[in-house]
T-cell receptor, first 115, second 115 residues
Framework: AQTVTQSQPEMSVQEAETVTLSCTYD???????LFWYKQPPSRQMILVIR??????QNATENRFSVNFQKAAKSFSLKISDSQLGDTAMYFC????????????FGKGTTLSVSS | KAGVTQTPRYLIKTRGQQVTLSCSPI?????VSWYQQTPGQGLQFLFE???????NKGNFPGRFSGRQFSNSRSEMNVSTLELGDSALYLC??????????????FGPGTRLTVL
């Protein structure tokens, strides 16, 4: 079965600092997609970044970047210059042909950014 | 372009009742997926609809059902409510369901409380 594991339930960081959230996954497939979603206190799930497994280049979106290690099945999210608005729960998610259209989520990491 | 909308945002029901939740996808999106989010189980896939047909189904009892209309709007129904059905129900839309590569965009969710 395909699984996604986020080993850090909670993390804290000061404004302007850099933080890295970890995610590992397990699959026997070669083609899949990985996502990081952010869920602030408003509960609206927002797409942060997406990575195609067949692309070796790590995806970036402004202050957000990933470190995708396909052989290690690792997909970490780096947030640079953290802002108060980054305070949220972050979910790592996986989807593949075998999973169909069902996203498989990790348990999430609660990130608190303080001033 | 307007995002995914869900109504109602909050619901309180008692055990044994039934409930219907509604989701309107992003304009032009034809696939709608439903997820249940609870503190204990995290985010779990319920089912996905495309062109008024259920294309994928998660591991939930038959009390959970859904449908999709010709305008792509979707409804989810839970019958004979149990206390454990208390959760945030999230709807997500994507352009197509023929490929797992399509990104899913989430609505704000419906918070269901069963007393």
């Amino acid at each position: 079965a395909q699984t996604v594991t986020q080993s850090q339930p909670e993390m804290s960081v000061q404004e302007a600092e850099t933080v890295t959230l970890s995610c590992t996954y397990d699959t026997s497939e070669n083609n899949y997609y990985l996502f990081w979603y952010k869920q602030p206190p408003s509960r609206q799930m927002i797409l942060v970044i997406r990575q195609e497994a067949y692309k070796q280049q790590n995806a970036t979106e402004n202050r957000f970047s990933v470190n995708f290690q396909k052989a290690a099945k690792s997909f970490s999210l780096k947030i640079s210059d953290s802002q108060l608005g980054d305070t949220a729960m972050y979910f790592c998610a996986f989807i593949s042909h075998q999973a169909g259209t069902a996203l498989i989520f990790g348990k999430g990491t609660t990130l608190s950014v303080s001033s | 372009k307007a995002g995914v909308t869900q109504t109602p945002r909050y619901l309180i029901k008692t055990r044994g009742q039934q409930v219907t939740l509604s989701c309107s996808p992003i304009s032009g999106h034809r696939s709608v997926s439903w997820y249940q989010q609870t503190p204990g189980q995290g985010l779990q896939f319920l089912f996905e609809y495309f062109s008024e047909t259920q294309r994928n189904k998660g591991n939930f009892p038959g009390r959970f059902s859904g449908r999709q209309f010709s305008n792509s709007r979707s409804e989810m129904n839970v019958s004979t409510l149990e206390l454990g059905d208390s959760a945030l129900y999230l709807c997500a839309s994507s352009i197509l369901s023929t490929s797992y590569t399509d990104t899913q965009y989430f609505g704000p969710g419906t918070r269901l409380t069963v007393l």
